[in-house]
């Protein structure tokens, strides 16, 4: 039986007293405030209908939230404890759905926590509760496109998928009252004393010049038994759990060498950093692809969860070829989590940026058909870009971004970056993305694009499908692909000017002034 994350039980009777109770903020009309959910009928159903305020709704619909996630959980437990009747990839599809609804369970308790006693959140911390309720959406469509694409005995499906539907839902609409209640008149204020590891005056510098990195522990990896440890999962093991940055990283130096191991960095593996000797030196492998019987999201030579993760000087290779589709070299889900001089290497589904605030710097990320998607919150800057040859009969789309909900803070950010082709394309057709979902978010500025671009620049998914509710954009870009005069003409295309495209900016996009100094990575926040 897994352990459900229950919340504070006063946590929870106050919540309950300020919604009926609460004298100091001013009523909302519950119709007023539905309306401007994506499930105005569905909220309507749920908010108590008592003149209550804004931010009253929005303490009661994370608590609903949460309620409605112990629910699943104990139906998920309930389902897994008979998994002698299960197939393979039934069981790993409920698996999957418990791990992203018991990181949704900490996201809300951290959430409702803040927000219990108090109509003010400071600037930064309301940030970081919005990235934690797009995420929560972001893990239940996650959940539930896994069970689609399997199929499900009937009882099981028809117990657990209603409660699952309702979930993503109450989800959405606590994301859309949050921001409507907070984020979009949130206090002005500095970020949180200890929420993040602050930069230290000595210690490990990446580059030269570069901000010195506070370190708590140093371990090494070398495959010829010189170092500490002979795998890298055998030093991420000994890696303290739970910790919340303030005393430094945990440094993994990692030889060169191949190493042929399936990383899984889980959520209490926190502010890990691994040093590799450098692109194509310290490569770690695998092959796993959904021809062989897994889910796209458990394809990952290395899977990342845990907060504060850093990775530099490595390659992350997935050696499934293209005949293999889905193979992710990386899934990263992990908040605050930074690249610096790696490489991703395969073909379909290459990098998948899952969710929360991500960052990578001077990477190379070679593949097919959408290989970086997704739905983070992600800024890719300064690095290189490589469509390979896929398949015959198959095209290119460098980007799939995932967004499901008009509220959620996520979107791909191409930031001067380099798009050659990896090896002779031919006739292969190359687009800069195509819409995977309803609110898909992607734009390119300040990079280069080589002729491998086709003039359209994007692709459809299916029909006409999101081409009018996504936001694709290109600002102030340079190369024989960059001529727009050929463009699509969707109601979600945009040639944007500065004004816009400072918004996707390390700086507005993923808060990278408050986290991204203690990494120790360059980086610069605007245009």
Excluded at 51 to 76: E, G, H, Y
Excluded at 90 to 96: F, G, P, T
Aim: hydrophobic content about 35%.
């Amino acid at each position: 039986m897994p352990t459900l994350h229950s919340p504070n039980l006063f946590l929870c009777f106050l919540v309950i007293m300020l919604v009926f109770f609460s004298p100091t903020t001013s009523a909302a009309s519950i119709d007023t405030i539905c309306d401007d959910t994506p499930f105005p009928i569905f909220c309507k159903t749920l908010l108590p209908n008592n003149n209550a305020s804004i931010n009253d709704l929005s303490r009661f619909s994370v608590q609903q939230s949460i309620s409605m996630t112990q629910n699943v959980l104990s139906l998920l437990s309930s389902y897994l404890g008979q998994r002698s009747t299960l197939s393979n990839n039934v069981i790993q599809a409920l698996e999957d759905c418990q791990n992203l609804c018991n990181l949704n369970m900490d996201f809300l308790s951290e959430t409702l926590q803040a927000i219990s006693s108090t109509d003010t959140i400071e600037k930064f911390k309301g940030k970081d509760l919005l990235t934690f309720l797009s995420a929560i959406v972001t893990d239940m469509q996650t959940c539930l496109g896994g069970l689609e694409d399997i199929t499900l005995p009937s009882s099981l499906e028809g117990a657990l998928v209603p409660p699952l539907s309702n979930g993503s839902m109450m989800y959405s609409v606590a994301l859309a009252i949050f921001k409507n209640g907070w984020v979009e008149n949130v206090a002005e204020g500095r970020i949180l004393a200890g929420r993040k590891p602050p930069p230290s005056t000595g210690g490990l510098k990446l580059y030269p010049g570069g901000n010195s990195v506070k370190v708590s522990q140093t371990v090494s990896v070398d495959p010829n038994g010189s170092g500490n440890f002979t795998t890298i999962n055998d030093a991420i093991a000994v890696a303290p759990n739970n910790t919340d940055g303030t005393k430094g990283y945990f440094v993994i130096r990692i030889a060169a060498g191949v190493y042929e191991e399936y990383i899984n960095i889980t959520k209490t593996k926190r502010y890990l950093m691994m040093i590799g000797d450098g692109i194509n030196q310290t490569v770690v492998t695998g092959n796993r692809s959904v021809t062989e019987g897994w889910s796209t999201f458990n394809t990952g030579t290395m899977i990342v969860v845990g907060q504060g993760f850093v990775a530099v000087n490595m390659t992350f290779r997935n050696t499934a070829e293209a005949i293999n589709h889905q193979a992710v070299a990386v899934r990263s889900g992990a908040d605050l989590s930074t690249f610096y001089r790696c490489s991703f290497e395969a073909y379909q589904d290459t990098l998948y940026t899952h969710s929360l605030r991500q960052f990578y710097r001077e990477c190379d990320i070679y593949g097919t058909i959408d290989f970086i998607f997704g739905n983070a919150a992600v800024v890719l800057q300064n690095c290189n870009i490589y469509p390979r040859l896929p398949m015959e009969g198959q095209f290119n789309a460098i980007t799939a971004q995932g967004r499901t909900d008009i509220n959620q803070n996520t979107g791909t950010s191409i930031q001067n970056c380099t798009i050659t082709q990896a090896e002779n394309l031919g006739s292969t057709k190359t687009y800069l993305g195509r819409p995977w979902k309803l609110y898909s978010r992607a734009l390119y500025m300040q990079s280069y694009m080589d002729s491998l671009i086709e003039p359209a620049g994007w692709s459809i998914w299916s029909g006409d499908f999101a081409l009018n509710t996504s936001y694709y954009a290109e600002y102030n870009n340079r190369g024989p692909g960059t001529d727009t005069s050929n463009r699509v003409t969707w109601e979600g295309f945009h040639l944007i000017n500065a004004t816009d495209a400072v918004n996707f900016t390390v700086t507005n996009f993923i808060s990278g002034d408050s986290w991204l100094p203690a990494t120790g990575v360059p980086y610069y926040g605007g245009l």
